[in-house]
């Protein structure tokens, strides 16, 4: 699947909390911010999972040490009568700083791929816009998050496959739920 019709992928994760209840969670609840790192991170590996055992190799070298944070997160609209926070993020994946490329050329052809799908690179750090909506099930009152606009900020990831990248020639190529608890 291309980088653009993944754009549109969205992926729920559903956690519950001790002593939750009925209660609309915040855009910026620490456990829904947790569930989009989750989502994030799942993601990743669905897609590191799919790679050649070389290049799978070459990326799991950054993504090991890459640390995922959401930050200058708002709300978007706030629906009362059902609990529902729709939600705005960035979404940043830092990656080590020996994992970028070095060579001003390929930083360029990197940026001008990813800069068109609202990605951007500044240092080590890949940011992208993200939705989540965040709300908390009838039933049992498990906080249920859905996180859209992060297969972007993945696409960008793969290709910075740390030192070993540079031993390829020219650009690498452009390809690279749940959890339920009782409340």
Known sequence: MGALTNVGVSMSVL?????????SPSCTDPAAVDLVKTIYQQSFDKELSAMSDERKQRVQYTAKDTKISVESIRTASADDTVGKRTCEAQLIATVPADAVPNVPELK?????????????????AIKGQVTYTAQRTEDKGELMVSLVG????INRQR?????????????????GSRRRASC
């Open 15 to 23: 956690l519950a909390l001790t002593g939750c209840g009925n209660k």
């Open 108 to 124: 360029n052809q990197l940026r001008s791929i990813y800069d068109a799908q609202g990605v951007s690179m500044e240092g080590t």
């Open 150 to 153: 992060h297969m972007p900020v």
């Open 159 to 175: 290709p910075i496959q740390g030192p070993a990248w540079r031993q390829v020639p020219g650009i690498p190529d452009q390809y």
